[in-house]
């Protein structure tokens, strides 16, 4: 679980995994912002990871999402 309050602009590009499909497999992604309520994630950007920020993000629940270390 992600805590929006903890945020920072610093995350912006973080990857991210996506654990909410009930067993499903689990997707990564990029931060590409928040509100008070969700982090918006993109998830597909025809693999230009260098330019996610141009790409949709989707509205994912922070208590789905785990902050992937390292990267």
């Known amino acids: 679980m992600i805590n929006i309050k903890e945020l920072t602009k610093d995350h912006v590009g973080k990857w991210v995994k996506y654990t909410g499909n009930f067993g499903g497999p689990i997707e990564r992604g990029r931060i590409?912002?928040?509100n008070n309520k969700f982090i918006f994630v993109v998830y597909k950007c025809a693999n230009q990871w260098d330019r996610f920020e141009e790409y949709t993000g989707?509205?994912?629940r922070p208590e789905d999402l785990i902050l992937e270390r390292g990267r």
């Open 32 to 34: 590409k912002s928040w």
């Open 58 to 60: 989707c509205a994912t």
